[in-house]
């Protein structure tokens, strides 16, 4: 729970596993967690194309995940930016 008066910082969402550090390194605006009923690592991403804004990825251990995570960034980095005309 998040008491400081502001906006949230949702990089602060991602849930501890025991024996585990969080998926690193941590990017801003991606939230991860590891999910205990699914046993499973998962991350919202941001992508302004996706009917919410963000993509929901998951994956079996947090190694995986930062994978899919760097891929995914990556491919949004390297998008061109439309020109207003």
Do not use: K
């Not at 906006?7 to 585990?20: A, E, N, Q, V, Y």
């Not at 990017?27 to 967690?33: F, K, L, Y």
């Not at 009917?51 to 998951?58: D, N, R, S, V, Y």
């Amino acid at each position: 729970m998040n008491t400081a008066a502001g906006p949230l910082d949702w990089t602060g969402m991602t849930s501890g596993h025991r024996g585990s550090a969080p998926p690193t390194p941590r990017r801003s605006r991606v939230v991860t967690w590891y999910g205990r009923a699914t046993g499973r690592w998962w991350a919202l991403v941001p992508w302004p194309s996706a009917p919410h804004g963000a993509l929901l990825i998951e994956a079996a251990d947090q190694a995986t995940l930062n994978e899919h995570v760097a891929h995914l960034l990556a491919a949004l980095n390297s998008r061109p930016v439309p020109h207003a005309e």
